[in-house]
């Protein structure tokens, strides 16, 4: 079963509901494709994938949407950071604050860019990684602050090297799809999949 999937959701939500896939149907075999938005979208209007996660709103009358999970976004700061005795932040609070974003152009900046325009809040782009990983090690050494999912940084959160601060005055929130192309919406191996994403325990 070919599955394309953003690499947030292939590294940090897929890893649980793909084994429980496989608990309930060890003979079928799972090939995960990690691409951007646009690239995972190709890959299902051309028949050359069954199924795809990501985020981002999708309007193509060639595929069929079902919500995933919402994913709540935080500012992600390390220990000795100026704010991170506080229990949030204001949006306010980041103007001019140097954070590290993600390439622009991609669903996660454009929502912190436009939430945080909403709020009449100008951002300040330190650093462009393509990874998550990076951005999270680089947080935790103490340079600069990001706003990334709250279940991505969980296990930074837990062992005290990053320290997670909900933002108030945006919304910080995006929704996860599953799509997949019409012509294979008879095939039984994707409804599973999402009803094994439904039974799958998801820490957010």
Known sequence: MPVVATATAASYFLPPVIREF???????????????????????RALQADLGVMTGEIRDARLVTVPFFEDRLVLAVAPGHRLARRRSVHARDLAGEPLITRERGLPPRALIEAEFRRAGVSLEAAMELASNEATLQIVAAGHHAAVVSAEMARRDVEAGRIVALPVRGVTLRRTFWFAFPKERAHYPTIQEFIDAARRAPRRL
């Open 22 to 44: 496989k608990r309930r149907h060890p003979g079928v075999a799972v090939q995960l494709l990690v691409l951007n938005s646009q690239e995972a979208l190709a890959r299902l």
